[in-house]
């Protein structure tokens, strides 16, 4: 029996060429699942690329800013009248400050020997002092156990003496709630050269000392009660002042240019920005002290431990203008995001329809080389140049189109 014989080889199928081919479907079902296709890809395009996000646009987002802050106010603390330049630290004015709301004194400080304040530090002998590391909160200890008290041992430290002891209660200046807080801040987007600040300009009428930021009736007010910072922030005042927390407030420049400059407003948001109730170390405080010579010329100190409430001012925005090569580029997107509801389509009528192979008879077409003489009749079909046709050719899965 001789052997089978092999199909020849050839490049005929390599150096085939495929164009697409033009059919009209009268089908009601498919005809408006495309037009409802295109609709919903340029309803898609005009509401939300151009109008709401303003794709036409040029946009300016490295945003220059400048913040300059005070704080006014009297409050009374611990049968003192306290100032601005008592509770506002740094005193500069920048966007980052804080308001001391509670204070822990421990004064007259001197280099020397005490006991430890700290109640980790309890012993009964020296064996329980050597034991622990080299350091304390307060100072290096020495390893003996002295008295801190009548009914207290605690473990003996060298360093500023006596030591701190901050587990004891102390008032909270409530007053601050009335504080009133200023922000000039000037903004410049240097694409454009434009430059807004968030103050009304000179002789605009604007009576600038009596406004009070409130964001329904003068959200445009730059002078904010602090109590209004936490409340718009969530927070209780008189807990938040108990405790000290750091608050952000955010001034959002988000402008387009094509309306106008004097469209271009800030919009003030406020949050806390620490940790909440379940962090390990609730609150914010921070340590500071005044040094200062005593009588018999040794150096002393009162430390304070300082609670309060740091505002942060965060500045951001970003500003657009109309630019042709932006409405260029997304109008010749959204034209062409429209075939792919014709792709759609021809995914669906050639696979899913009924009377999917009819279909795709009259889509695909093997038409061979004029020029070529037409190939000797054989048992088995061939294409131009003698190679065997693929019946796998004609899936319908390249470039269609209705």
């Known amino acids: ?141 020495t390893g003996r156990c002295v008295p801190f008290n009548r009914t207290l041992h605690t473990c003996e430290i060298q360093g500023w003496c006596p030591a701190e002891v901050d587990t004891v209660d102390a008032p909270v200046m409530l007053e601050a709630e009335n504080f009133t807080l200023l922000i000039k801040n000037s903004v410049r987007f240097p694409l454009f050269g434009f430059e807004k600040a968030n103050l009304p300009p000179p002789g605009s009428g604007g009576d600038l000392g009596r406004c009070r930021f409130h964001p329904q009736h003068q959200p445009l007010c730059p002078i904010l009660r602090l109590g209004d910072v936490a409340r718009l922030a969530g927070q209780d005042f008189p807990t938040l002042a108990a405790t000290g927390g750091v608050l952000g407030i955010k001034i959002g420049w988000v402008c387009d240019l094509d309306r106008g400059g004097e469209r271009c407003l800030p919009r003030y948001s406020f949050t806390r920005l ?62 062409t995001s429209i075939g792919v509801g014709t792709v759609l389509c ?14 795709k008879a009259r889509k695909f077409e093997e038409v061979p080389e004029v020029a070529m003489p037409a190939p000797p009749a054989t048992p088995t079909a061939r294409t131009a140049g003698g190679c065997p046709r693929d019946p796998s050719s004609d899936s319908g899965t390249g470039s269609l189109s209705l």
């Open 1 to 141: 029996m001789p052997a089978p014989r092999r199909l020849p080889r050839c490049p005929g199928t390599f150096f085939s060429y495929e164009t697409p081919k033009a059919v009209v479907v009268r089908s009601r079902a498919v005809g408006a699942l495309h037009r409802a296709l295109q609709l919903l890809i340029l309803a898609y395009f005009i509401g939300w690329v151009f109008l709401h996000e303003k794709a036409y646009q040029v946009r300016d987002t490295g945003i220059e800013s400048s913040v300059v802050t005070k704080v006014k106010g009297v409050g009374r603390y611990a049968g003192r009248v306290l100032d601005t330049a008592d509770y506002v630290t740094p005193p500069q004015g920048t966007s980052v400050f804080v308001v001391v709301t509670k204070q822990i004194l421990t004064e007259n400080q001197a280099q020397g020997l005490c006991p430890e304040g700290d109640p980790r530090y309890r012993c009964t002998t020296d064996h329980h002092c050597q034991g622990l590391g080299p350091t304390t909160g307060s100072g290096m200890l």
């Open 274 to 335: 620490d940790a909440r109730a379940h962090a390990p170390a609730l609150g914010y405080n921070f340590r500071h002290a005044r040094y200062y010579r005593w009588q018999d010329g040794t150096e002393r100190r009162t430390l304070t431990k300082a609670f309060g409430i740091r505002f942060d001012v965060l500045v951001y925005g970003n500003a657009g203008k109309f630019g042709i090569v932006p409405t260029l580029i997304n109008t010749v997107a959204a034209f």
């Open 346 to 359: 021809d995914i669906i009528l050639l696979n899913f329809l009924k009377g999917a192979e009819h279909y």
